[in-house]
């Protein structure tokens, strides 16, 4: 049940049966490679979406409220890539805040957030952090990390097979194989801190992040260790179906799981400072 696509009264009586899960996806709009659509982290969570709801309608289990997906997150190292579009971090996490705040309004109480980019990780966390204190269940799934444990064999990088394989299954069309090439890593900080990998060089054995903007260092923009020349549509097929019927079999646990109760208010004082030290 998307809530773009229904009435108020649809999502009141949702609430009003006694259901409070919601779906909230959040994707990114940044560069992906060459090859790959700057809607890369977005496309993926929609499909995830698709597959889910088909599952539940299948299975006869209760439909479940989904959010309008958001498509912006926090990629501001990618921006010098141009069609980057970043929010950055704190906007992010009030945006995400603050819609799931009106859902909580409404009745909302478990809240699956479907993750599609790395840099979100943190603010959506702290926001899943925050819905718990008040009493709910709040999960933040990370697609393409869970795809690798569901299946090694799916694991990868940014904007590699794994992703691409993503692109694929929604529309091989989105891929452009004429700007497949080498991940092209520029060894950019000096000969002795070689670039080995996302924000990260190499000295004496050892990797030390090197934080920076990705167009220093990524020439074609995809980094990871699954060169993109080898996804195809199939590989993306099964896996976004199997993380898509993994998340809905989730839902169902999450709707078995107890709330739980509510934190206190923290406060100065109760760190063992007096208000106003």
């Known amino acids: 049940m998307r809530i773009e696509l229904s009435t108020w009264p649809c999502v009141q009586a949702y609430f009003s049966s006694g259901e409070d899960l919601v779906v909230l996806a959040v994707g990114s709009t940044e560069e992906h490679g060459r ?3 700057l809607g890369t982290d977005t496309l ?14 299948e299975r006869g289990d209760p439909d479940v409220l989904v959010a309008p997906t958001i498509p912006y997150g926090n990629a501001d190292d ?30 909302a109480r478990r809240f699956l957030v479907i993750n599609g980019h790395g840099p979100n990780i943190k603010p959506l966390s702290a926001v899943c952090e925050g819905l718990n204190r008040r009493g709910c269940l709040a999960a933040l799934a990370n697609w393409w990390l869970m795809a690798g444990e569901l299946n090694p064999v799916w694991g990868g ?54 934080p920076r903007d990705a167009c220093r260092y990524a020439g074609n923009g995809w980094i990871g260790p699954d060169d993109p020349s080898g996804a195809d549509p199939e590989w993306g097929r099964q896996m976004m179906e199997g993380v898509g019927s993994y998340l809905a079999d989730f839902i169902g646990a999450m709707r078995r799981a107890p709330l739980p109760q509510p934190m206190p208010i923290r406060t100065v004082a109760a760190f063992g400072r007096k208000a106003g030290e």
């Open 35 to 37: 090859h790959n659509p």
């Open 44 to 57: 993926a969570p929609n499909l995830l979406l698709d597959i889910i709801e088909r599952d539940l309608a």
């Open 78 to 107: 990618l921006v010098g890539f141009p069609g980057t579009l970043s929010i950055g971090y704190d906007l992010l996490m009030r945006l995400a805040q603050r819609i799931t705040d009106q859902l909580y309004d409404y009745g």
């Open 157 to 210: 990088g940014h904007g590699g097979a794994e992703e691409t394989a993503a692109v694929m299954a929604v529309d091989p069309a989105l891929v452009d194989r004429s700007a497949l090439g080498p991940m092209d890593l520029a060894n950019d900080v000096s000969d002795e801190l070689p670039t080995d990998g996302w924000d990260n060089v190499l000295y004496k054995g050892a990797h030390v992040a090197f």
